[in-house]
């Protein structure tokens, strides 16, 4: 898809409108506002459209594909330091180099041979991306994810097998489904394997999964604009 570069102006507004809108959750929730974390999702968009938002004050972004990620972020985050960039799509093995050198942290740890690509570049880089199992909570054949019942399996693996320092649990609900129910269940299984981090919710129910526990959430559409 050719990356987009919307009015320089709407994004910023998208973003406080959003921030608005979290507040809003965390209080009808009774959280504080510093435990969610808000991810600003550009993928798709160009460096044109994605400063303006840095200059609001957002730091810490998503992207979905490593290549498009490295063809856009290194200059970004170079002109503007303490960028967080987070991969929230999937990952084939041979882009674990990349995507250990490029993120902070990777949402979409899903198979053994995700794990074991992972393993080696962290012990080779030195480096420690935040590390998220996703989870498939509808088991939609069609998308990538854990199925709920292998989770617990698949995450002592991942620590014991792989020594890979799990932090928390991704999920995205089928879209036609109501959202609270993938969330509750994300949370459950989160914190039976003592997992802090939740990154659930997106555009059209962020406030629904902080209500749920949220503590990333992705928002692309509703800071950039439709795609």
Known sequence: MTPQNPSPISAPFGLASVEQEIARACKEARRDRAEVALIAVSKTFDAGAISP???AGQRIFGEN??????????????????????????????????????FGAIHSVDRPSICEALAKEIAVQKRNPQLFVQLNTGEEPQKAGVAPDEADAFIASCREKYGLPISGLMCIPPVNDAPAPHFALTAKIAARNRLANLSMGMSADFAIAIRFGATHIRVGTAIFGTR
């Open 53 to 55: 938002v840095i200059a």
């Open 65 to 102: 594909r490593v290549q498009e990620a490295k063809a856009k972020w290194p200059a970004l985050m170079s002109a503007h330091p303490g960028i967080a960039l987070h991969l929230i799509g999937p990952l084939q093995s041979n882009k674990a180099r990349e995507a250990v050198a490029l």
